[in-house]
């Protein structure tokens, strides 16, 4: 796990650390020294800690302008140990969508597993998002943890499925890739 890296491709266009309105703003990573594990399993150090001990994040785009933040998850969502999406939430997304964002895109293809809890931050984030003409997608997440999801009744506060679940996103720009994910969204929804 250790040599997966957050995309930096799009580093040229945002930089969530040098984004006032970030609320990674001012966060120093290391390039070289890994001071992050989940469970025995060093991760690079360009991931952000958010304060749990197996998910870990880089928001690797947001535009302001139009509302867009794409976040790249990385480790296991444990929202029955660990409160995952309380802590993404409160302390991470939702400052995010203090600051004008409410169209969510999360990339986890490196999220090994999901365990569940309960609906109540989905529900919530999801009308908060969703009152302000916004979404939340996601895309490359693994078939198992899309099952898991499901199962739990939380499927329905995403955008996820069908061409989602196969993205080939590095090869956008970070604005193409969110027109893109918004049309997509916008079938699907509307």
Known sequence: MHTIEPYFRWRDRYIASEDPQSPFFGRQNS???YTHAIYNHLIHPQWDDIGSPTLFLKVIYADYDEGYAVVELIGEWNDLLYNDIMILKRDYLEPMSHEGLN????????????????????????????DEGGWLA?????????????????????VSGGKLDEMDWRTYTPENFCEKIEKYVM????
């Not at 996601?138 to 995403?158: G, P, Q, T, W």
């Open 138 to 158: 996601l895309v490359n997440f693994r078939k198992h943890v899309l099952d898991e999801m499901a199962k739990a009744n939380i499927d329905s506060y995403f």
């Open 187 to 190: 079938k699907r929804i509307g």
């Open 103 to 130: 169209k969510f895109i999360l990339i986890g293809e490196n999220v090994l597993n999901f365990h569940y809890s309960d609906d109540s931050y989905y529900e919530e984030w999801y009308d908060e998002v969703s």
């Open 31 to 33: 390039e070289f020294e």
